[in-house]
T-cell receptor
Framework: EPEVTQTPSHQVTQMGQEVILRCVPISNHLYFYWYRQILGQKVEFLVSFYNNEISEKSEIFDDQFSVERPDGSNFTLKIRSTKLEDSAMYFC????????????FGPGTRLLVL | TQLLEQSPQFLSIQEGENLTVYCNSSSVFSSLQWYRQEPGEGPVLLVTVVTGGEVKKLKRLTFQFGDARKDSSLHITAAQTGDTGLYLCAGAGDNYGQNFVFGPGTRLSVLP
């Protein structure tokens, strides 16, 4: 069964460093998303991406964040200068179409900023 | 801003018991999804409900979408220890499929 994959599973970084989180969405899906979940809190929407551009973003997704689809399979989230409060699980998700009711989530990347 | 609330926050029951957890909002959602999340893992989709009043069954799990598409329930019959986990509801926001709003979850413990 097709699934969303994410790498790395864990990332430890120093405050102020740049990190890139990688995702491979399900191959025939067209919409891609990033969510985050701070420990003990609920899953929060960050950004959605379609046709090589951001379609929607939340207040959390400020100028320190960027997304890219560098090739036909990968979807990345970059945090330019990490802050302590960026420590969280980051989930990638994908859906088949703009009208799809269902998003499929990857296993997540646990980011720890020291 | 669309918000989802879930109740109860925690639920601990004995194996074999039935239970219902709830997902409520003051907003209308185009669809609602139920996910189950294990610690340190991503949410795993259980079901999507789209039509008001819709009922879907997945083995011992029964999902219902409220008539007004503002609330949903998950009923588990004869709970098993393997049902233990965090149950999340998520609603598709104003823009179809673009912005999922998650509830805080119900943490279920099924004791042997």
């Amino acid at each position: 069964e097709p699934e969303v994959t994410q790498t790395p599973s864990h990332q430890v970084t120093q405050m102020g460093q740049e990190v890139i989180l990688r995702c491979v969405p399900i191959s025939n899906h067209l919409y891609f998303y990033w969510y985050r979940q701070i420990l003990g809190q609920k899953v929060e929407f960050l950004v959605s991406f379609y046709n090589n551009e951001i379609s929607e973003k939340s207040e959390i997704f400020d100028d320190q964040f960027s997304v890219e689809r560098p090739d036909g399979s990968n979807f990345t989230l970059k945090i330019r200068s990490t802050k302590l409060e960026d420590s969280a699980m980051y989930f990638c998700a994908s859906s088949a179409s703009i009208w799809s009711e269902t998003q499929y989530f990857g296993p997540g990347t646990r980011l720890l900023v020291l | 801003t669309q918000l989802l609330e879930q109740s109860p926050q925690f639920l601990s029951i004995q194996e074999g018991e039935n239970l219902t957890v709830y997902c409520n909002s003051s907003s209308v959602f185009s669809s609602l999804q139920w996910y189950r999340q294990e610690p340190g893992e991503g949410p795993v989709l259980l079901v999507t409900v789209v039509t008001g009043g819709e009922v879907k069954k997945l083995k011992r799990l029964t999902f219902q979408f409220g008539d007004a598409r503002k609330d949903s329930s998950l009923h588990i019959t004869a709970a098993q220890t393997g049902d233990t986990g965090l149950y999340l509801c998520a609603g598709a926001g104003d823009n179809y499929g673009q912005n999922f709003v998650f509830g805080p979850g119900t943490r279920l413990s099924v004791l042997p």
